[in-house]
């Protein structure tokens, strides 16, 4: 239930723009992505907000290696952003806010948060002291004792305890800096989506999300520094989605396994092959919450199985050439149970890997019944399924458009051992022209020239189009 009748507040931890995005960050905005979507399926108005972090650390690091300033830095990875989220098919959130431009609403939290106690000046700093949060540990279920200073933690002999954390940072000489009650300075990364959070969804909201590696210690000092500064709890929901795993290993630039969304997008091996929508089959084959391993063999069945849907698809489209056997009736009948299944496993926490299953099971009662159904029918199939691939992003592709090229695996063939064998669409390859070529075709076959009509068939094939003689005599293409 939504804290506001029919409306739901989300608040997603965005990216720090001083780098291109990675698989990871690809799999966390397919997920927020589809929870939306899926809530506006089911009714609700979503209030969707999702950050940058244009200030920090990082990015001052990466002004310095590209010798340019912060902002431009800034600049150009939220451009490469937009560039991979339009790929990936990505709605735009409702708001999408940046640190910088809400410093008033931080430094109002952080005073907020001396005032009562919770966190105190040291120099021109200022550390939040988790020992004045008595559950601070309670969304990784871990007690304060045994967590331990180090990994992610900033390690500083003036703080009080290990534990604490930064919410200033007093400026050091050359970077950026705003004016604060504690000198100039800028804000910690915890602070930022606390105060952004609650400045446009309010103290309390439905949904915080991110990858579950925010679990702690940023989402645990969220929760400590929110519920401390507004004497409200926080976020009623927590959703974290799982890691992105390559051949089974961990993503890593060390590991030299380390894929970045424009790179599969844009190398060669991969460019024609790999789709929005092929991708997003892959990364919601696996519940969200679990580790999901992305691999050559993985990606090659995620187009397979989309190449499935859309070859249904396209038949679907064509007129019926043989006698009715499935009746409409029976046919509705169907749809309303796999409807039934698809809400029903997608309001079981988003079970994306039943609905695929479920659309199978549907895919392979409708195989068996092809060409046995009406007209009216097909049109209702087609329907269908794109209502239901609207909220996880998939079937959204005109049959005709689909490219049924096929991912062929041929190690060696890069880091992940992938070619893609694409269909070489030169210019003029219209429609028309095709089904001129099988006019022509056709002809030659009537006229017992089966040299030429073989010839034809070869040349649409060296141009990615592939043909299917039907047993009424007619013939369909794809490319």
């Not at 990784?140 to 331990?148: A, C, F, P, V």
């Not at 705003?178 to 910690?188: E, Q």
């Not at 049109?379 to 691939?389: A, D, E």
Request: proline letters at 4%.
């Amino acid at each position: 239930m939504s804290r506001i009748p029919h409306q739901v507040g989300m608040y997603v931890c965005g990216v720090t723009v001083y780098d291109e995005c990675h698989l990871g960050h690809a799999r966390s905005a397919i997920v927020f992505d589809l929870i939306r979507r899926y809530l506006t399926y089911r009714g609700y108005e979503v209030n969707y907000v999702k950050n940058f972090t244009d200030i920090d650390d990082k990015i001052l690091n990466r002004a310095v290696e590209e010798s340019r300033p912060w902002n431009q830095v800034t600049e150009k990875y939220v451009h490469a952003y937009y560039r991979d989220m339009n790929r990936l098919g990505i709605l735009n959130p409702n708001i999408e806010p940046r640190a910088t431009e809400h410093m008033t609403e931080i430094i109002e939290m952080i005073k907020a948060l001396v005032d009562k106690g919770h966190a105190y000046q040291v120099d021109h700093d200022v550390f939040y002291e988790v020992s004045t949060f008595a559950t601070y540990g309670r969304l990784g279920r871990r007690k304060l004792e045994d967590m331990q200073a180090g990994a992610r933690v900033e390690v500083d002999s003036r703080k009080r305890d290990p534990m604490d954390f930064a919410l200033w940072k007093g400026a050091k000489t050359g970077e950026p800096a705003w004016d604060s009650p504690w000198g100039a300075g800028r804000p910690g990364w915890h602070i930022e989506c606390s105060a952004m959070s609650v400045h446009h969804l309010g103290d309390i909201f439905d949904i915080h999300g991110g990858g579950k590696d925010l679990i702690f210690p940023h989402h645990e000092n969220e929760i400590a520094q929110s519920c401390a500064a507004t004497g409200q709890e926080f976020a009623r929901y927590w959703v974290h989605n799982g890691f992105v795993t390559i051949d089974e290993e961990k993503m890593s630039k060390s590991l030299g396994n380390f894929f970045t969304i424009r790179e599969i997008f844009e190398k060669s091996q991969w460019k024609e092959s790999v789709t929005s929508e092929s991708l997003r089959y892959l990364l919601l084959s696996t519940h969200y919450r679990s580790d999901i391993n992305f691999s050559d063999q993985a990606l090659s069945e995620a187009k397979s199985a989309l190449d499935n849907f859309y070859g249904l698809f396209q038949r679907l489209e064509e007129p019926a050439v043989e006698s009715k056997e499935l009746s409409d009736i029976e046919l509705a009948g169907i749809l309303v149970e796999t409807e039934q299944n698809f809400e029903k496993a997608m309001d079981d926490d988003f079970n994306t890997p039943k609905v695929l299953g479920e659309f199978h099971r549907l895919r392979g009662i409708l195989n068996k019944f092809e060409g046995k159904y009406s007209d009216q029918g097909k049109r209702k199939i087609l329907k269908s399924f794109r209502k239901w691939g609207t909220p996880i992003g998939l079937f959204q592709v005109q049959p005709k458009d689909w490219q049924f090229s096929p991912i062929v695996i041929t190690p060696p063939a890069g880091a992940l051992g992938i070619s893609g064998v694409a269909p070489v669409v030169i210019e003029g390859a219209t429609d028309e022209w095709i089904n001129h070529q099988i006019e022509s075709r056709r002809k030659a076959r009537e006229e017992k020239n089966f040299q030429t009509a073989d010839q034809i068939r070869k040349d649409l094939a060296s141009k990615g189009i592939i043909l299917e003689d039907r047993p009424d005599g007619s013939t369909r293409w794809k490319r």
